[in-house]
């Protein structure tokens, strides 16, 4: 039987160029070069933007194409593009004088972190996949459970262990369903349908985002104890304090809780997404998440001698996240790392006496760490705040969103609000990396001066009402 020829034949229907290599070292150092230079810029010009994006819904469709370019475009005309249509609409988290919400706040060691992570690339969802990713995390996670005082039973020292999770959101969810998992190996799975969360877990909360309170946390754990509940204290916003021994009292009776978590890209100078989560009983995380298909069984994790953190978390893959966290701690040290949240504390305890200097204000909740909650108060609305009805009361929360409104539409600066038994209050939440003593003075100035005209207004609306009432 004689052999088959093939011949090739050429697609002539496809004229597509070669591509050039998407990773030729050369033109990366480049581009590199270009969008270092381009972020550098931004941040030392960072002040001059308005803080809050001024943009309308739907704005950048009418500015960009409809469609991908066809023909590759060079990154200097992309990064023009950024600069004239996409930095008009950002929300600068990382200005100066940004106060809502919660911190964002950003480093050179996070930054660079961050891009030796992209750059690595790497899918690290068990030991064998990047040995190095897996046991740098532990090391890491153990370092910083030290550094915040947590008990040795948290660390993988003392039979617990540490994982890097995106947010506190995720953190949660793997604990909630290793709670859930755990209850029913003791009552059974057939009664699943008989549980809630509330029956399984109780989660306590160091600094909410709201007003930053904080939950007796001994007392919690001492009734978890009695009802058998998995603990988690959810301390993303204020963890980070608890490097200072000082503020260690706030987590009190943490040595009674199975879990707890904080998240490190709030106020930790460490680059969004870096969320860690501690726990007492690994192997309750494992059974409830662990999935091994057979190709990705391996020797090492036969073993049993190591970590696989995929069975830690909801996904399967992840980011080698452990490294820019360890540039961080690596880079500013315990010493530089309780100067950055104690200069921001001091900072808040500014704005709150600016705050009770004036007696059209006050403080609506007591400050904890760096988060001032504060308002126009009744006072300074209606005749006697002791005894204001239904609608003068709602006349003060009116008046505190227009005041809110108006300090957000200057652009100068970027506060949020929350309402707390009905109460409307604005947020002062100091964090900013590049945030200093002036632009807490500044943005106490911009509050007095957005207030004084709304409360002008107000009087001249007020005199108003009673003339035209005397009609």
């Known amino acids: 039987m004689g052999s088959l020829e093939f011949h090739h034949v050429p697609d002539k229907t496809n004229s597509d160029p070669p591509m050039a290599n998407p990773m030729d070292p050369e033109e990366f150092r480049r581009q590199g070069h270009v969008i270092i230079d381009f972020i550098a810029d931004y941040y030392k010009n960072i002040e001059k933007y308005l803080v809050l994006s001024q943009v309308q819904p739907g704005y950048l469709k009418k500015l960009l194409p409809e469609s991908a370019p066809y023909d590759p475009e060079p990154i200097e005309t992309i990064l023009q593009d950024v600069q004239d249509h996409i930095v008009p609409g950002i929300t600068h ?10 911190p964002s706040s950003g480093s050179i060691a996070g930054f660079l972190g961050e891009m030796l992570s992209t750059g690595f690339n790497v899918v690290g969802f068990n030991w064998m996949s990047s040995p ?16 915040l005082h947590l008990p040795k ?18 953190a949660i969810v793997c604990t909630m369903a290793a709670a859930r998992d755990q209850m029913l190996s003791r009552i059974g799975k057939d009664n699943i349908g008989k549980q809630r969360a509330s029956s399984f877990v109780l989660c306590a909360t160091m600094g909410t985002t709201a007003t930053t309170s904080v939950d007796p946390l001994r007392g919690l754990c001492d009734v978890a104890k009695d009802y058998d509940l998995w603990v988690h204290v959810d301390a993303a916003y204020a963890g980070s ?21 904080f998240n490190a890209h709030k106020w930790f100078l460490t680059t969004l997404d870096c969320c860690c989560l501690w726990v007492k009983n ?10 091994n298909p057979e190709y990705l069984r391996n020797k090492a994790s036969d073993s049993k001698q190591v970590v696989d953190y995929k069975d830690w978390q909801i996904a399967l893959s992840r980011r080698f996240r452990a490294l820019k966290l360890w540039l961080v701690l690596r880079s500013y040290g315990v010493a530089n790392l309780r100067s950055f949240i104690r200069s ?18 006050e403080i609506v909740v007591p400050r904890n760490f760096a988060v001032v909650c504060f308002r126009i108060s009744p006072s300074a609305i209606v005749s006697d705040d002791r005894s204001y009805n239904g609608e003068e009361y709602n006349m003060v929360n009116e008046i505190n969103c227009k005041l ?6 200057s652009g100068s600066v970027f506060m949020t ?4 038994g009905g109460v409307y209050l604005l947020r002062c939440a100091v964090g900013a990396t590049l945030t200093e003593e002036k632009h807490i003075v500044e943005a106490w100035k911009v509050v007095q001066g957005q207030a004084h005209a709304i409360l002008s207004a107000c009087v001249v609306d007020l005199h108003n009402r009673m003339r035209y009432s005397n009609i």
Request: overall charge negative.
């Open 93 to 102: 988290w990382q200005s100066p004088s940004y106060f809502a919400y919660f």
């Open 132 to 147: 190095a990713a897996t046991e740098l995390e532990s090391i890491v996670m153990d370092w910083l459970g030290d550094m």
């Open 153 to 170: 039973s948290f660390l993988f020292s003392g039979n617990g262990g540490g994982v890097l999770q995106g947010t506190t959101c995720e």
């Open 241 to 261: 304090i608890c490097i200072y021994p000082e503020f260690r009292h706030f987590i009190e009776g943490v040595e009674g809780a199975n879990s707890f978590s």
């Open 282 to 291: 690994p192997t309750a995380l494992i059974n409830s998440l662990s999935t």
């Open 344 to 361: 921001h504390v001091k900072m808040a305890k500014i704005f709150e006496g600016l705050v009770r200097m004036d007696n059209r204000f």
């Open 404 to 409: 809110l409104e108006a300090i957000n539409a």
């Open 417 to 420: 609000h929350a309402v707390v």
